[in-house]
Nanobody
């Protein structure tokens, strides 16, 4: 199983960025997909989750109204659209997958992890 995150980069505060995570080696449409991030000096934290069906999503309070998670099961890819970015959004962003059909928000709940993509927001 591979989860390949991409699309990170440097963006100014107030800007937008979309990161992607392409999955292979698993039945993607049957997996709950999540995004997490780890800021410098901090622990990995939950950002967003989308169920296997692509229905209702759930986002952390810190990104609600600014970030959107979506998935394309035909492309085996999950996306995180990030708008109105703030310097405190600077982090390595990781995608994760698990076959449990629930809104998983705990880092310990996910079995598969990608390598991460760095997002840097300048002030």
């Amino acid at each position: 199983v591979q989860l390949q995150a991409s699309g990170g980069g440097l963006v100014q505060a107030g800007g937008s960025l979309r990161i992607s995570c392409a999955a292979s080696g698993l039945a993607f449409s049957r997996y709950t997909m999540g995004w997490f991030r780890r800021a410098p000096g901090k622990e990995r934290e939950f950002v967003a989750v989308i169920p296997w069906s692509g229905g209702s999503t759930y986002l952390a309070d810190s990104v609600k109204g600014r970030f959107t998670i979506s998935r394309d099961n035909a492309r085996n890819t999950v996306y995180l659209q990030m708008n109105s970015l703030k310097p405190e959004d600077t982090a390595v962003y990781y995608c994760a997958a698990d076959s449990t059909r629930a809104m998983l928000t705990d880092v310990r709940s996910y079995f598969y992890w990608g390598q991460g993509t760095l997002v840097t927001v300048s002030s």
